[in-house]
T-cell receptor, first 118, second 114 residues
């Protein structure tokens, strides 16, 4: 099956630094990638949708300048948490879709990144 | 609306069947999914059902969809301790640029006792 690789799986950083998370589709072209955030014992909340070659669409309440998303190619999207603060500590998960609705339409998820900001 | 509701906890004995329930509110849902998440890991797609289906079976997993009541369930037969995890119900809708967007429930923590 299709595989989405997310890296790093865990990162600890100091407050004020920036952290980049990568999401790669390994064996298919992902025209659309989604970034979710998950708080402990909570559901996944969509942060933004990125389409290759265009600007990301952010959900209401998500700061565009805080969470920079780049989808430069059909296999790679990155999320950069800029000037991270302890309240940004969370589990971030990406997913990738083919952008074509078929009877097999499904998204493929990365394994997630646990961000801890000290 | 786009609310997806699940009960938070379920405990069963090894070998019994588990039934995890989910309700959703948007009748325009196209696909409904069940994902499994083990501690510290990402989401693993277990199964999904298209909205024009009533039932789907895949080995130990049976998904039932009642569109009238907007109710989805996942039955795991012969539950094993390795099935202990959080199970998320999710729905997707097709509305222009929102293709592929998923709305998740809060997840059901399944605990399997030996």
């Amino acid at each position: 099956g299709a595989v989405v690789s997310q890296h790093p799986s865990r990162v600890i950083c100091k407050s004020g630094t920036s952290v980049k998370i990568e999401c790669r589709s390994l064996d298919f072209q992902a025209t659309t990638m989604f970034w979710y955030r998950q708080f402990p014992k909570q559901s996944l909340m969509l942060m933004a949708t990125s389409n290759e070659g265009s600007k990301a669409t952010y959900e209401q309440g998500v700061e565009k300048d805080k969470f920079l998303i780049n989808h430069a190619s059909l296999t790679l999207s990155t999320l950069t948490v800029t000037s991270a603060h302890p309240e940004d500590s969370s589990f971030y998960i990406c997913s990738a879709g083919t952008g074509v609705l078929t009877t097999d339409e499904k998204l493929f998820f990365g394994s997630g990144t646990q961000l801890s900001v000290l | 609306g786009e609310d997806v509701e699940q009960s938070l906890f379920l405990s069963v004995r090894e070998g019994d069947s588990s039934v995890i329930n989910c309700t959703y509110t948007d009748s325009s849902s196209t696909y409904l999914y069940w994902y499994k998440q083990e501690p510290g890991a990402g989401l693993q797609l277990l199964t999904y059902i298209f909205s024009n289906m009533d039932m789907k079976q895949d080995q130990r997993l049976t998904v039932l969809l009642n569109k009238k009541d907007k109710h989805l369930s996942l039955r795991i037969a012969d539950t094993q301790t390795g099935d202990s995890a959080i199970y998320f119900c999710a729905e997707s809708m097709v509305r222009g640029s929102t293709l592929g967007r998923l709305y998740f429930g809060r997840g059901t923590q399944l605990t399997v006792w030996p």
